[in-house]
């Protein structure tokens, strides 16, 4: 059976299942790729058949396919790639832990799509001063991988208000920058620092009521001690 009736993109990751004509899984089938001007691979599907193969980022690539197995029959078949112009999209962006802590590592999850070649990579800017300055991060799928779900591990950060950029490519080149006012985050200072110089105020008050109370019962005792010595 043809295993590649669905379009296929420049750069697209291509997962497919090998089966006979009877529609049985073909379990370590061989597939050789080749192209007209005489690009080739061999790639193996597993034990159950699934075979995953990236084509090169080149739109209108005729490639002939021809596939074996074992007590298979050679089959042979051909696709041409089609042209990816569209650009990677941003689906959604969380925090972990949800109110971020100075004292955790900080996790922002970025989910991207694209649909035809995939995504490549894709890149963060973080900064706490409007970007005059910012930290880089990078995340990136392998040829033979094909996630959505890229999680950045910020590390602890100190309190404060930051603000990120994301940047999404895909295996095409296809590029796209996502800046939105709504794309910050806040790390509240720890409750330490409020109750700190409370705790400060507190004491000096304690201990100025001490003093101011210990002088009186001096001036007290004083005066009781001088009315005896007038009696003796």
Known sequence: MNPFTDPVYEGQLISTTLRDIDGDIVPYGRVHFRTDDGKYRTVYADEEGSVDFRVPAQENEIYNITITGHNLIPSYFSFETKADDTKPKLLEITTSPRNPLITKNIYLNIE????????????????????ENYSF???????????????????????????????????????YSYNNDNFKFTIAKPIIDYIFPISIILVVGVVGISIIVVYKGLQKYSEIVRKISEKI
Not at 112 to 131: C, K, M, P, T, W
Not at 164 to 171: C, E, G, K, L, P
């Open 112 to 131: 991207a799509y694209d649909n035809n070649s995939g995504i490549e990579s894709v890149f963060l800017l973080l900064s706490n001063d409007n970007f």
């Open 137 to 175: 991060y990078e995340l990136s799928n392998s040829f033979e991988q094909n996630e959505n779900l890229f999680s950045f591990n910020l590390g602890r950060l100190k309190a404060g208000e930051f603000s990120y950029s994301i940047v999404i490519r895909d295996y095409a080149n296809n590029t």
